[in-house]
């Protein structure tokens, strides 16, 4: 319960996005995103995998294509174009009815005291 308040307000507030519907074998994912393209929320699943599926590529949507994204989990930063237009593969946990979610935070080029990455 704690891990979905730190995302509902994406969740019931944000934009959804189907990034892959419950087509075939491999996993459905759905995609939130804040109205100010600040945060985005990903959340896959899959009912029963099989062996050897291949997992299928994720294009997210509707972020801020110059902006860089932060993992919350992992501090891992991707590049906003990256996401969209090569994807992500989710890693699932093993079992039938396996998950997993992703909480993505705009990374701001300058802190708000003028330092930053792109500053001198």
Request: proline letters at 8%; glycine letters at 10%.
């Amino acid at each position: 319960m704690a891990q979905y308040k730190k995302v509902r307000h994406i969740v019931q507030q944000g934009t959804q996005h189907r990034l892959r519907g419950p087509v075939d074998d491999g996993p459905t994912a759905v995609q939130y995103t804040t109205p100010d393209r600040r945060e985005v929320f990903v959340l896959v699943w899959q009912r029963a995998p099989r062996h050897g599926t291949p997992r299928p590529v994720l294009r997210l949507a509707g972020l801020d294509p110059a902006a860089r994204y932060r993992d919350a989990a992992t501090g891992a930063v991707h590049h906003a174009s990256v996401l969209t237009g090569y994807g992500i593969t989710s890693e699932l946990p093993v079992g039938d009815w396996s998950s997993t979610s992703l909480h993505l935070i705009r990374v701001d080029d300058v802190a708000a005291d003028g330092t930053g990455p792109w500053t001198s």
